[in-house]
């Protein structure tokens, strides 16, 4: 927590984009240990405490997504509801449709309004 601080306020906007930022960190973390899965999966040999500092990243990266959602959440509870986001407009940036349904709180995705994109995620069961 950041003690030296008695009150820090400022546009929203620049707080998002502080957010977003640290969002696309924790991507570049989760790309670097895709990297060091794909070694392991194409049988590269390497130290054990390697692997190990490889294992260790995935609790950073768990602990930097609860931060940042914890964030979230707090500068949600102190929002009023008089401020107002234009969720559409936002939502089409989003390639994942399942996630732009969600960020659009909508239930149902209608393929019209988030169609599949070749960013969308196809999991194998």
Same mark, same amino acid.
């Given at each position: 927590?950041?003690?030296?601080? &008695?009150?820090? &306020? =400022?546009? /929203? *906007?620049?707080?998002? $984009?502080?957010?977003?930022? =640290?969002?696309?960190?924790? @991507?570049?973390?989760?790309? *670097?240990? %895709?990297?060091?899965?794909?070694?392991?999966? !194409?049988?590269?040999?390497?130290? /054990?405490?390697?692997?190990? %500092?490889?294992? !260790?990243?995935?609790?950073?990266?768990? !602990?930097?997504?609860? @931060?940042?959602?914890?964030?979230?959440?707090?500068?949600?509870?102190?929002?009023?509801?008089?401020?107002?986001?234009?969720?559409?407009? @936002?939502?089409? $940036?989003?390639?994942?449709? %399942?996630? @732009? *349904?969600?960020?659009?709180?909508?239930?149902? /995705?209608?393929?019209? +309004?988030?169609?599949? +994109?070749?960013?969308?995620?196809? !999991?194998?069961?």
């Amino acid at each position: 927590m950041l003690n030296d601080v &008695k009150s820090l &306020k =400022e546009p /929203i *906007g620049q707080t998002l $984009c502080r957010v977003s930022k =640290e969002l696309v960190s924790i @991507a570049d973390l989760v790309g *670097g240990l %895709e990297d060091a899965v794909g070694a392991v999966l !194409q049988g590269e040999q390497a130290p /054990i405490v390697d692997r190990i %500092e490889e294992l !260790q990243r995935l609790d950073l990266i768990r !602990q930097h997504m609860v @931060a940042v959602s914890d964030f979230v959440a707090a500068v949600a509870s102190g929002s009023s509801s008089a401020w107002l986001v234009d969720v559409e407009s @936002a939502v089409n $940036c989003v390639t994942l449709s %399942e996630v @732009a *349904g969600r960020l659009a709180e909508r239930t149902t /995705i209608i393929s019209d +309004n988030f169609p599949s +994109n070749p960013g969308d995620f196809d !999991q194998f069961n």
